[in-house]
């Protein structure tokens, strides 16, 4: 048997077989595992030039592949922005807190310069709400704020950045998102769904160069400090998708990443492949998969679309009582769209939170494969939670 380039020794090895097995060394050459037993087993395939390594009575065992995250954008916001999450994920407890961190950032920021944050959760703070235009204008009257909700779907701003998206009294509901208002009718600051916070966002400057990259060292960093070896972004845009072939190419990426194109977010057809697995670069450190659609928001938010009223609302929400939330987009425009993309070979990856979303998700893989029968699809319905 070849020599190994590294060994692993004195451990616990969990080598996740049928069997449940456990070995005390293992072996590695290049990216392959020779070999695992004991420690004089396995020391029998070092030479001179193996690296070993003494684990010293630890366990060791298969890095782990994430099911579902956003590996990029997590990153970015983790290095660039402010982080308004509560405890036990951070330290804000309330509105008047996440007020502090926002008048602290105005201090040091040009006027006129966008303030961004991430990481609130109305129902971790102890006002048990959202924090409102009114609030941030208290601190940050010269500066564009927008900060994003713990679920993703939603985005707490203040009066400038409304303005700047021309959200007025008078602006209607778009299909799949909602402005929610004041007594009054006016925009309270709080935005549901891309379709609402879409116009606020085209305003935002995009990232610098160093932001991109010292965000995928960050993602890097925290994915790999918890075992994560093979990550997902799990809703890829352009940004995203340049910004990890540049940190590749740098040598920055430390582990693999498997990009979910988003249909809403890309031209999906730039990869000239629809096979997921497909190795994006030569070494395979970035994969292509699935086809990433939307079919609703999130429960947390009540944009969950239900076939029932939820259980219990705290906000002052359109239907009152009986509200359950929405789909992104007409059920039979939404059909139409995953049978041309399950007929073009895509698989596809569709979130789906509420009942009735996750209903229209299988009446669309359905009618997909009624029309275009394909062997071993493996479609998805990310977090399917009700």
């Given amino acids: 048997m070849a020599s190994a380039t590294h060994v692993y020794r004195n451990g616990t090895i969990l080598t996740m077989d049928s069997g449940g097995s456990q070995a005390q060394a293992l072996a590695v050459r290049g990216e392959t595992i020779l070999a695992v037993g004991s420690d004089a087993e396995i020391m029998a395939l070092a030479d001179p030039h193996t690296v070993v390594t003494d684990l010293r009575g630890r366990t060791m065992l298969p890095g782990f592949i994430d099911g ?34 926002i ?32 609030d941030i204008d208290e601190v940050a009257p010269e500066h564009p704020v927008l900060l994003r909700h713990v679920s993703g779907h939603l985005s707490a701003c203040n009066g400038l950045a409304l303005a700047k998206a ?7 509901d778009p299909v799949g998102g909602v402005i929610r208002r004041d007594e009054h ?13 879409e116009p606020v966002f085209r305003h935002i400057p995009a990232p610098t160069e160093a932001d991109w990259m ?6 890097c ?3 790999t400090a918890k075992g994560v070896t093979t990550a997902q972004d799990g809703f890829t845009a352009t940004g995203d998708w340049g910004a990890l072939k540049r940190a590749h190419e740098l040598g920055l ?32 450190k970035i994969s292509l998969g699935a086809a990433k659609l939307l079919a609703d928001g999130s429960l947390q938010c009540y944009t969950g679309y239900l076939s029932n009223p939820y259980h219990k609302v705290i906000y002052d929400l359109p239907d009152g009582p009986m509200w359950r939330g929405y789909p992104m987009e007409p059920e039979q425009q939404f059909i139409e769209k995953v049978v041309g993309l399950h ?24 009618e997909a494969q009624k029309r275009y029968p394909r062997a071993d699809a493996r479609h998805i319905v990310i977090h399917c939670q009700t």
């Fill in 68 to 101: 579902h995250s956003h590996f990029v954008s997590a990153g970015l916001m983790a290095a660039t922005q402010l982080d308004l999450s509560s405890p036990p994920v951070g330290g804000v407890k309330n509105i008047a807190e996440i007020k502090g961190l």
């Fill in 103 to 134: 008048r602290a950032k105005a201090a040091e920021t040009p006027k006129g310069e966008w303030i961004l944050g991430f990481g609130y959760d109305d129902t971790g703070l102890e006002d048990k709400r959202h924090p409102l235009a009114s």
């Fill in 166 to 172: 021309s959200y007025t009294k008078d602006t209607p």
């Fill in 185 to 197: 009718g006016n925009p309270n600051g709080v935005l549901e769904e891309p379709p609402a916070r």
């Fill in 214 to 219: 010292e965000g995928i060292k960050a993602a």
């Fill in 221 to 223: 960093a925290a994915y």
């Fill in 253 to 284: 990426l430390r582990n693999r990443v498997q990009i979910l194109p988003g249909v809403s977010r890309m031209d999906i057809n730039t990869f000239n492949t629809h096979v997921s697995g497909t190795q994006l670069t030569a070494d395979g």
């Fill in 343 to 366: 007929r073009q070979g895509w698989q596809l990856a569709i979130h789906g939170n509420g009942d009735d979303a996750i209903q229209m998700i299988l009446n669309a893989y359905e």
